[in-house]
């Protein structure tokens, strides 16, 4: 059975700072792992997309990567707002399109 | 831009009431999916839909029902409304393939 943990659980840092979040999944079969954002009360919102035959994507401050072979994924955010302050969610997706998900990493940026 | 539209942000329902929550898509996709979200659970898949009129399990089923009667519009139905079904409730779809899911705004449902 897949399962997909996200460490750390929460995270502060002070703006400006470059932090990673990581995913780390059991099964390396997968289709592709999608990094979604989070705000409170709200729904997802689609950050990044890598598919299984991929190692990273970017867009602006937002970098991913993949590692199948070892189970894991991580979101760099360069130069910290507090802007990014949300939930990040990592999930991977299997095949007949379902999303297993993690449990998320709460994160807030200090001004 | 890809729009997944739930009918409702907020709802407040009585116990026993049958609830109806609506979601649709603009994209043309294949795949529909309703999750719930509770504090410290994470998303848990409850239903999933392939295609029109075809429904499978997820993890939770138990309470709930799905119609699929268009390509671009997945219902959930409770039945019967319980206390324990006080969530929140997200909408998501993708096209068939390995392409991005996404997500409604979700529906904050409080059961009374």
């Known amino acids: 059975k897949q399962e997909v943990t996200q460490i750390p659980a929460a995270l502060s840092v002070p703006e400006g700072e470059n932090l990673v979040l990581n995913c780390s999944f059991t099964d390396s079969a997968i289709y592709n792992l999608q990094w979604f954002r989070q705000d409170p009360g709200k729904g997802l919102t689609s950050l990044l997309l890598?598919?299984?035959?991929?190692r990273e994507q970017t867009s602006g401050r937002l970098n991913a990567s993949l590692d199948k072979s070892s189970g894991r994924s991580t979101l760099y955010i360069a130069a910290s707002q507090p802007g990014d302050s949300a939930t990040y969610l990592c999930a991977v997706r299997r095949g007949g399109g379902k999303l297993i998900f993690g449990q998320g990493t709460e994160l807030s940026v200090k001004p | 831009d890809v729009k997944v539209t739930q009918s409702s942000r907020y709802l407040v329902k009585r116990t026993g009431e049958k609830v109806f929550l609506e979601c649709v898509q603009d994209m043309d996709h294949e795949n529909m999916f309703w999750y719930r979200q509770d504090p410290g659970l994470g998303l848990r898949l409850i239903y999933f839909?392939?295609?029109?009129?075809?429904?499978e399990k997820g993890d939770i089923p138990e309470g709930y029902s799905v119609s699929r009667e268009k390509k671009e519009r997945f219902s959930l139905i409770l039945e019967s409304a319980s206390t324990n079904q006080t969530s929140m409730y997200l909408c998501a779809s993708t096209p068939q393939g390995s392409d991005e899911a996404f997500f409604g705004q979700g529906t904050r449902l409080t059961v009374v």
């Open positions: 890598i598919q299984s035959s991929q």
């Open positions: 839909s392939y295609d029109v009129k075809m429904k």
